[in-house]
C-alpha cells in the first residue's frame, strides 16, 4: 500500500532545505509520503452525545491541508456507552455504530485534502468520566488534582468488556474509512494506568511487575489487531518517562520494556511522549527549551526497530529535520504549533517560514479543555472558528483609509488582516521599532523570549500585505486633521503608572519596562509592586540575577491574567527563587529604605528594600475623545482598552480587522 | 533590623492585632465544629449514633487533608516519612496546638508530639465525651495515611499512644514506615530534564 503523493517535494524551497522532513516512510504496510504528522488533539468542538459537528470537522480539515500528504490524526475517540472513558465533554464517541457516519466525515475530510487519516482510541482512564460520578482504572488510587473524579477499580469483566470495547471501536474507525490505526496510552490516560506502577496495584495478571502490567496494552492491541486485520498499519501513543518519581511511578527502564512489549504485540510505530498531566515537572511549556525531550526518541529508537514519532516541544522545522537525519526520529509529530497555525508545515515546504503564526506554549488550549469550554488557541483567533464564515478574512466591500496609532501585537494583527482585506492601512509607532510591550516583556527568562516571534510573525504579514509603517512618528491632534482617515484604531498600548502611596517619586522607584531593557539601575533588595504578568516578569528577572525580590499584588491571586494551565509554573518559579509574594496588598509608603505593605484587613508589614519597580498599567487612550468629535469610526483595542494578556491584543486585533 | 524600625510602623502592634484575628478564627473554627456536629445530630438521630457522624465527618476531613499533603510529599525522597510528621505539625499548630516532631530509633520511626491542644477545652463548652475527641482525632490522621498509602504505594502505619483528653498530659502519635519498592525505585534515576543530554 501506498499513498500517493499530491505534492512533488523536491519542487518546493522546504522540500530541498529539510529534505529528511520530506520523504517517504513506511509504517507497516503503507508509505507515507513525509514525515509529518499532526497528533491527536481534543477540542471540545463536538456534541455533548459525541457526535461529530462542523466546527470540528472544519478544524481538521486545515489541518489535514496542513501537513501535506503526512498524517492527520482525529482526536481520540472515547468507547463505552457509559462515557468511564469521556475525559472531555466535547469528544468524540465511537461505541455504536450510528457515529460511523460522522466519523467518515472526518475520514472524507483528511483525505479529500490529501492526507494520510489515523483514527485514535483514547480511554482516558483515570482522568475520564467527565459525565459520571466516577471514572475507573486498574485500582482504586486516589486523584491528587481536584478536577478529575474519584477512581472505580476495574473487575476483570470490566478489563475484558473494555478490550472488547476497543476493537469494536477500531472496527468502527476502518469502516468510517481511516487508514492507520492509534492507540493512546499517554499522560494518565486508561493503558497509562494499567502500564504505571503508580496507578497499577493489582495482585492479578494485569498487575504485579513491568510484565503484567503491560497485560492490558498487549490484549488491546491483539483485540485491535483481529478487529481491523493485518494491513491497516497501528500506532501507539506511550510514555518514556511519566515523570511521576514522587509518587512511584514507573522508571525510564520500565517504560522502554513497555514499548518493545508494545512492538511485539504488533504495533508498526511508536510515538513517543513524556510526563502525565499529574506530573509536577513542567514538560510542554515554554520554559522547556526546544528539542529538550529528543534524548527520548532517541531511547525510543535504541529499544525498538519500528518507527519512532515524537511531538512535545518540536516547534520548528530544523529540529526534526537534524534528528531524522541523526538516526534518532523517523517521524515529527505536532499538535500545537498546528493550533496555532494550521498550515504550519506547508508553509515550511513553500519556503514562508516567517508566515508561520508561532506557538507560545501557553497551554491556554489545555486550559479551556478542563473547564469543559471549547479550544481556543492564545495567538490563533480563528482557531474552533475554521467552519464560521464571519470568522475570515474576506475582501472589505469598501477600501477604507485606516490609521492604526501603536505597532504592538494588537495594533499589528489588525493592520496585516485590515490591508489583506484590501484597506489602506497605515500603523503609526512613536518608536523607532515595532513591538510594543512584547520587546521587553521577551526579556523576561523562562522562555519569554519565545514571544517576540509574534512580532516576527506580524512583521512579514504586514510587508506581504502591503502595510505602510511610520516609525518614530507620534500621532498628534494635528496629524490626525492632515490626515483624514476613515478609521482610527487605537491600539497605543497601555502605560505603567505609579502608585498613590507616600514615596513613589522618589529616586529609587523605577519603572518595569526600563528595567527589563536594563535602562535602570537595580539594587539587591527590590519590592515590584504589580502581581500581574509584567510584575512576576520582572520580579523572575531579577531573582534570577540575584536579587531579593518581594512581590506586591493588589489581586487576590498572582497571575491573575495568566491563563490556569500556565500559572502554576511561574509559581513555582517565583517560590525556587524565593521571591516573597503579598497578596490582596497594596503600598502604604515608600522611603529609602523601603516600603510599607498593607494588607486588605489592614495590618501593615515593614519591607527592606533599595529599589520599588512599578507594574501595574493604565490604558493609553489621549486621542479617544478627539477622533469621536471629529466623527470619526473608532476602534479601541488591546491594552488600550484594558490592559490585559497579549492573547487579548491578538484576539481583539483580528476580531476588528475582519470587521473594518 | 534598625533601619526596619526606623519607617513608620510599629511591627509589635501590628502582630498583635494579627494573632488575635487569628486566633479567634481558629476559635471560630472549632466553635462551628461543634454546632455543625450538634445540628446533624439532631438532624440524624435516631438512625445514627454521634459517634458515627462524628467519626464520618472527620473521615470526609481527613481525605481533604490528604490531598493537601499529597503535593508536599515525594515518596523518592528519603525524608518522605519525617515530611509526613511535619506535614501534620503545621496542620495543628495551625489550628492553634502546640505540635513537634520527634526522631525515633531510625528513619523508619518518627513520633510527633502534642503538648498543648485547645480542641478538648471546647468539647467540654459543647458536652462532648472527651473519648469522642480522641476517636475523632485518630479517624482523622488514619484517612491521612490510608490515603497517603493508596497514592504513593507506601506503608506508613500510625498509631495513637497517648492523648490529652484521656488525661495523659500531651497526645503522642507514632508514625513508622515498612519499606517498598516505590520508596527506592527512583533512587538515583535521571528523569529530571537536564540530566541526560543527547
Same mark, same amino acid.
Given at each position: ?33 513525509? +514525515? ?24 481538521? +480539515? ?44 472526518? !475520514? ?82 486508561? &493503558? #497509562? ?7 497499577? +496495584? ?7 511487575? &513491568? ?15 483481529? !478487529? *481491523? ?9 506511550? $510514555? ?5 518519581? /514522587? ?31 499529574? #506530573? ?43 534528528? *531524522? ?13 498546528? *493550533?496555532? /497555525? ?35 488557541? @492564545? ?13 475570515? *478574512? ?21 493592520? @496585516?488582516? !485590515? ?31 519565545? =514571544? ?58 523605577? $519603572? ?30 531579577? !531573582? ?56 486588605? @484587613? ?11 519597580? @512599578?507594574?501595574?498599567?493604565?490604558? +493609553? ?25 497579549? #492573547? ?11 470587521? =473594518? | 533590623?534598625?533601619? %526596619? ?55 470526609? %476531613? ?137
Amino acid at each position: 500500500m501506498s499513498q500517493k503523493p499530491k505534492w512533488d517535494y523536491n519542487k518546493f524551497p522546504g522540500g530541498k532545505k529539510y529534505p529528511n522532513l520530506f520523504k517517504p516512510i513506511k509504517i507497516g504496510k503503507l508509505t507515507i509520503p513525509n +514525515r509529518i504528522k499532526y497528533a491527536a488533539t481534543e477540542d471540545n468542538l463536538n456534541g455533548r452525545d459525541g457526535f461529530v459537528k462542523d466546527a470540528g470537522l472544519e478544524y481538521m +480539515r486545515l489541518r489535514a491541508r496542513g501537513v501535506v500528504g503526512g498524517i492527520c490524526t482525529i482526536q481520540g475517540v472515547y468507547m463505552d456507552p457509559e462515557g468511564f472513558g469521556q475525559g472531555y465533554v466535547g469528544q468524540a464517541a465511537a461505541w455504536d455504530d450510528k457515529f460511523i457516519p460522522g466519523l467518515k466525515s472526518l !475520514a472524507d475530510a483528511i483525505h479529500e485534502e490529501g492526507a494520510v487519516s489515523n483514527y485514535q482510541l483514547m480511554h482516558c482512564g483515570r482522568v475520564g468520566g467527565v459525565e459520571t460520578p466516577v471514572c475507573v482504572g486498574p485500582s482504586a488510587i486516589p486523584q491528587r488534582l481536584r478536577v478529575f473524579r474519584p477512581v472505580k477499580e476495574m473487575t476483570k469483566d470490566d478489563i475484558k468488556t473494555c478490550i472488547k470495547e476497543h476493537a469494536d471501536a477500531a472496527r468502527r474507525g476502518i469502516d468510517a474509512g481511516f487508514q492507520i490505526m492509534e492507540i493512546s496510552g499517554i499522560v494518565g490516560y486508561l &493503558i #497509562s494506568n494499567f502500564l504505571s506502577s503508580y496507578t497499577n +496495584r493489582r495482585k492479578d495478571e494485569y498487575g504485579g511487575d &513491568i510484565e503484567g502490567r503491560c497485560t492490558f496494552m498487549v490484549e488491546t492491541i491483539h483485540a485491535v489487531r483481529d !478487529a *481491523i486485520g493485518d494491513d491497516i498499519p497501528t500506532v501507539i501513543r506511550l $510514555c518514556a518517562e511519566e515523570l511521576l518519581n /514522587d509518587v512511584g511511578g514507573n522508571t525510564p527502564e520500565e517504560s522502554m520494556v513497555t514499548y518493545k512489549k508494545a512492538e511485539e504485540a504488533g504495533i508498526d510505530c511508536l510515538s513517543v511522549t513524556q510526563g502525565w498531566q499529574e #506530573s509536577i515537572v513542567p514538560v510542554i511549556s515554554r520554559d522547556i527549551p526546544q528539542g529538550s525531550w529528543l534524548y527520548n526518541a532517541k531511547r525510543a529508537k535504541e529499544a525498538v526497530k519500528i518507527p519512532v514519532s515524537m511531538a512535545y516541544r518540536l516547534f520548528t522545522p530544523d529540529l526534526p529535520d537534524k534528528a *531524522i537525519a541523526d538516526g534518532i526520529l523517523d517521524i515529527w509529530e505536532m499538535c500545537r504549533p498546528m *493550533i496555532a /497555525d494550521p498550515l504550519m508545515p506547508k508553509k515550511v515546504l513553500e519556503g514562508c517560514e516567517q508566515e508561520i503564526r508561532p506557538c507560545v506554549a501557553c497551554n491556554l488550549c489545555l486550559a479551556r479543555l478542563f473547564r469543559d469550554a471549547p479550544m481556543t488557541c @492564545y495567538v490563533n483567533p480563528v482557531c474552533a472558528h475554521e467552519a464560521d464564515p464571519d470568522w475570515q *478574512i474576506k475582501p472589505a466591500s469598501m477600501q477604507k483609509n485606516v490609521m492604526i496609532i501603536g505597532g504592538g501585537p494588537a495594533g499589528l494583527e489588525c493592520a @496585516y488582516v !485590515a490591508a489583506e482585506r484590501g484597506h489602506d492601512v497605515h500603523v503609526y509607532e512613536s518608536k523607532k521599532e515595532l513591538g510594543g510591550q512584547i520587546t521587553p516583556a521577551s526579556k523576561a527568562p523562562y522562555g519569554d523570549e519565545e =514571544l517576540y516571534g509574534m512580532i516576527e510573525y506580524h512583521k512579514a504579514m504586514c510587508e506581504k500585505a502591503g502595510v505602510n509603517f511610520h516609525l518614530g512618528e507620534t500621532v498628534t491632534t494635528e496629524l490626525i486633521d492632515d490626515e483624514l482617515p476613515d478609521v482610527v484604531v487605537l491600539a497605543a498600548g497601555a502605560e505603567f503608572i505609579k502608585g498613590d502611596a507616600k514615596g513613589f517619586d522618589g529616586p529609587n522607584v523605577m $519603572c518595569a519596562t526600563d528595567v527589563l531593557q536594563e535602562k535602570a539601575k537595580v539594587s539587591d533588595k527590590v519590592v515590584v509592586w504589580g502581581g500581574k504578568k509584567p510584575g512576576i516578569g520582572v520580579a523572575l528577572y531579577l !531573582a534570577e540575577r540575584g536579587k531579593k525580590v518581594t512581590l506586591v499584588s493588589r489581586d487576590r491571586k498572582v497571575g491573575k491574567d495568566v491563563n490556569p494551565s500556565y500559572i502554576w509554573r511561574y509559581i513555582k518559579k517565583l517560590n525556587e527563587k524565593r521571591v516573597t509574594t503579598y497578596k490582596e496588598c497594596d503600598l502604604e509608603e515608600i522611603t529609602d529604605k523601603g516600603v510599607i505593605v498593607r494588607n486588605h @484587613y489592614g495590618t501593615r508589614i515593614p519591607v527592606e528594600a533599595d529599589t520599588v519597580i @512599578y507594574a501595574e498599567r493604565t490604558p +493609553r487612550q489621549e486621542l479617544k475623545d478627539f477622533v469621536k468629535e471629529q466623527n470619526i469610526e473608532l476602534h479601541i483595542i488591546g491594552d488600550a482598552l484594558v490592559p490585559r494578556a497579549l #492573547s487579548n491584543a491578538l484576539h481583539d486585533g483580528y476580531r476588528t480587522g475582519i470587521r =473594518l | 533590623m534598625k533601619e %526596619v524600625m526606623a519607617m513608620p510602623v510599629n511591627p509589635e502592634k501590628e502582630i498583635r492585632t494579627l494573632m488575635k484575628k487569628f486566633e479567634a478564627l481558629q476559635n471560630i473554627n472549632r466553635a462551628t465544629w461543634y454546632e455543625w456536629r450538634q445540628a446533624a445530630i439532631e438532624c440524624a438521630q435516631p438512625k445514627y449514633k454521634p459517634i458515627d457522624l462524628v467519626l464520618k465527618a472527620w473521615e470526609v %476531613v481527613g481525605h481533604d487533608t490528604a490531598k493537601a499533603y499529597f503535593n508536599m510529599l515525594d515518596v523518592s525522597k528519603p525524608t518522605f516519612l519525617e515530611d509526613i510528621a511535619k506535614c501534620i505539625v503545621m496542620s495543628s499548630t495551625m489550628m492553634g496546638e502546640t505540635a513537634v516532631v520527634k526522631k525515633g530509633e531510625n528513619e523508619n520511626e518518627y513520633f510527633v508530639q502534642w503538648d498543648r491542644c485547645p480542641w478538648p477545652e471546647f468539647a467540654r463548652r459543647y458536652g462532648v465525651p472527651m473519648e469522642e475527641d480522641v476517636l475523632g482525632c485518630d479517624k482523622w490522621f488514619q484517612t491521612v495515611i490510608e490515603d497517603i498509602n493508596q497514592l504513593f504505594n507506601t506503608k506508613v502505619k500510625l498509631e495513637t499512644q497517648k492523648a490529652i483528653p484521656r488525661g495523659d498530659g500531651c497526645c503522642l502519635r507514632r508514625l513508622t514506615i515498612e519499606p517498598t519498592q516505590s520508596m527506592t525505585k527512583h533512587k538515583g534515576a535521571k528523569q529530571v530534564l537536564g540530566d541526560v543530554k543527547i
